[in-house]
């Protein structure tokens, strides 16, 4: 695994992107030189080239980006690769169209575009065929020897099973709580007990060892561990391998000190800074071009159901302190009258015809550039809650007062990655999104946040 703006990407993931940046420039460079009639140095040196050259590269890499091509296992089926190549090589003749009318100086020779997107459509298909059934096969993944078998290793383990690309596999555990032989989660079985640790280690030769023993009175070889990592082999905890492989922080089995003693835990007071200044900006440049949007979406509100244009609605932000956040109405006015506070849930009934596309479009949050400019919330942040329902899960759920360590955001790490929060399991789950959030808090995460949530926007997907 490789960190990129404080995310975890599998190296896998990061190869097979470089290299089809390769394929891509090199498909559309050969149609120049096969196609053109003139020099093709002149056009790329004296003509704007290479800049045209490659705006149709990136063109094609966030078409291939944001239909998901490459998440987790989006690439496993052949026919899907080459759907998804049409698609994008219709983008790519949308854009030269759109471009032609814009900026006509930019744009690529025809019939380069036309034969690169033929060599391309062969070329991309053909290519991650390969990577899937040989250099993908041929990245040899670190070896995992699991020492307990706590719900953070049982769930890493299954995790890394069904999640190949990640570059992580499990070779056993090590516990004194079941005979050697018996299987575990994703099918590992016990090596030994933790006496059996040396020897084990030299069997298997383990790139890595991981730490989660069942129950806290276990008592772990420390200095065993200790001799190994004076060896050179890497040794931590689950709740960071934990970390490293969902994306967020476990509360289950979680120690206070693992949060108190971490070195990067956030939010460092220059980080919440530099993010209330950057926040404003995009405040002001979104407020200005979104306005025709939101004057469209308020005439659509009006006219589709009764009631008012905005919703305003008391929510918890920073330091636990309540505030009133402003959205356009996607329900009925009568939503809670029966029934008083309660979660939304995806297809919800109280939702209206308008409300529905608004949600998906993610326009009923539009208004809420007012209350970042108010200084109440940030672009990005874990998403506010109302009292009545921080009251009830900060009772249950360890560590949820924590989120209130930052303002709330009108998107966040959470809010890409989970969907609609409906049960306290859920709640659970968005609050470790949200400690990994806080815990990384940085402009580089944010942006690629805001990112993703474009992509969300387009796609319809990820959560609330």
């Known amino acids: 695994m490789i960190r990129l703006f404080r995310v975890f990407v599998p190296t896998s993931t990061l190869i097979l992107l470089l290299t089809e940046i390769g394929l891509v420039f090199g498909s ?20 704007d080239g290479f800049l045209r050259l490659a705006l149709v590269v990136l063109a ?9 091509f490459y998440t987790s296992g989006a690439g496993r089926s052949n026919i899907l690769i080459i759907e998804k190549t ?23 020779p025809r019939w380069t575009v036309l034969g690169g997107s033929a060599i391309l459509l062969f070329a991309l ?22 020492i307990g078998t706590n719900n953070d290793v049982q769930e890493i383990a299954q995790h890394l099973a069904d999640h190949p690309e990640i570059g992580m596999c499990g070779i056993g555990y090590l516990d004194d709580s079941y005979e050697v032989g018996h299987t575990v989660a994703a099918g590992l079985p016990i090596l030994g007990g933790y006496s059996d640790l040396k020897s084990i280690v030299e069997s298997q030769k383990p790139d890595r060892i991981v730490v989660g023993p069942a129950e806290r009175r276990q008592s772990m070889p420390m200095y065993e561990l200790l001799d190994l990592r004076f060896k050179g082999l890497y040794i931590e905890e689950a709740a960071r391998t934990y970390e490293t492989a969902f994306g967020r922080v476990p509360t289950k089995a979680l120690r206070p000190s693992y949060l108190i003693f971490s070195s990067d835990l956030g939010p460092r007071p220059i980080s919440l800074r530099i993010q209330s200044f950057y926040s404003f900006l995009i405040a002001c440049a979104g407020l200005l071009i979104s306005a025709p949007i939101m004057l469209l979406v308020a005439i659509a509100v009006r006219l589709t159901s009764r ?39 995806k297809n919800d009934p109280r939702v209206t015809p308008i409300g529905k596309y608004l949600r ?20 990005v942040g874990p998403r506010p809650e109302r009292p009545e329902f921080v009251q009830t899960l900060s009772e249950i759920i360890p560590f949820y007062r924590q989120r ?19 049960t306290i399991d859920d709640a659970i789950v968005k609050l470790e999104y949200d400690l990994y959030y806080i815990k ?25």
């Not at 209130?404 to 409906?422: C, D, L």
Request: glycine share 6%; proline share 5%.
């Open 28 to 47: 559309y460079l050969a149609a120049l030189y096969i196609l053109l009639p003139f020099e093709p140095e002149i056009f790329l040196f004296y003509e």
């Open 307 to 345: 009631g008012p244009i905005l919703y305003r609605q008391v929510r918890v932000g920073l330091n636990g302190d309540t505030f009133t956040i402003y959205k356009f109405r996607s329900m009925r006015v009568d939503a809670e009258a029966k029934t008083g506070a309660v979660w939304a849930v």
């Open 440 to 464: 990384n808090l940085s402009l580089s995460l944010d942006m690629y946040i805001i990112f993703n949530t474009l992509k969300a926007m387009l796609v319809e997907q990820g959560g609330q």
């Open 60 to 68: 094609v890499m966030l078409a291939l980006y944001f239909q998901d």
């Open 125 to 146: 298909p053909a290519w991650r065929f390969c990577f899937n059934t040989i250099f993908f096969r041929a990245l040899s993944p670190q070896r995992i020897l699991f």
């Open 360 to 379: 998906i479009l993610r326009l009923d949050e539009l208004p809420q550039i007012i209350n970042v400019l108010r200084g109440e919330m940030s672009i």
């Open 404 to 422: 209130h360590s930052v303002k709330p955001g009108i998107t966040g790490w959470a809010q890409i990655n989970y969907k609609y929060g409906e």
């Open 86 to 108: 049409i698609r994008t090589i219709a983008i790519v003749f949308f854009t030269q169209a759109i471009m032609a009318y814009a900026a006509p100086t930019l744009l690529m």
